[in-house]
């Protein structure tokens, strides 16, 4: 029988015009169910050549939640150096979150964008990069500040009892997700992202695997 893998597309943008942080980005890439690495180590899956990241710097990694027939996504931060910042949230070492259908993640000046089109196959998933020449992810100015506010205005305040959505918890294993809220840092704000799909080149078609 027939099974697909699941999908994931990756956009990826840096600032830096003709920059050679994506030269070893490969177009597609096929993996297994162990976490997919991110960083400038040769040992790494996806190898960026930014000298501010680290050797390993964040992981995505596939896991099967309970009752579920498809593979679910986190993403796992492995630096000590610098924050993670996934759909507005700050993330340090060894922190995680799980990742939505469209997730906006940013580290050292890099914005990826990762969207999940889910298969039947849980043995193995497939990433299909895209190179972007333009911005994924836009932040307002300070002076434009009147849709930040509207975002903070609609966290509950500290202390309210009101429960995180289950979506914006991150996990410290795929299995355990309670006692652990994501709060931004003093300082620290929140990242407004808005996300134009747009990538430069063709996305993947559906990936399959043969199944005996």
Not at 59 to 65: I, T
Not at 70 to 76: D, I, N, R, S
Not at 88 to 113: A, Y
Request: proline share 9%.
């Amino acid at each position: 029988m027939e099974r697909t893998l699941t999908v994931l597309q990756v956009n990826l943008y840096h600032p830096t015009p003709g920059s050679a942080a994506f030269t070893n980005v490969p177009v597609q890439r096929q993996h297994d169910t162990s976490p997919l690495l991110v960083g400038w180590g040769k040992d790494v899956h996806l190898q960026l050549q930014l000298p501010q990241l680290s050797h390993r710097h964040l992981s995505l990694e596939p896991y099967l939640e309970k009752g579920s027939t498809v593979l679910t996504f986190c993403l796992k931060v492995l630096s000590r150096k610098s924050c993670v910042w996934v759909n507005g949230l700050p993330l340090r070492s060894l922190e995680q979150v799980p990742l939505s259908t469209i997730s906006r993640v940013s580290f050292c000046e890099v914005q990826m964008v990762v969207h999940i089109e889910g298969g039947t196959s849980l043995e193995a998933f497939v990433c299909c990069f895209h190179l972007s020449r333009s911005p994924l992810i836009y932040q307002p100015k300070a002076e434009e500040s009147d849709e930040r506010e509207g975002i903070l205005q609609e966290q509950p305040p500290p202390g309210s009892g009101t429960q995180t959505p289950s979506h914006l918890r991150f996990l410290h294993s795929p299995s355990q997700n309670q006692n652990n809220h994501l709060q931004p840092r003093p300082g620290e704000g929140t990242e407004v992202q808005l996300y134009r799909e747009a990538p430069d080149t063709p996305l993947c078609s559906s990936a399959t695997e043969s199944k005996s």
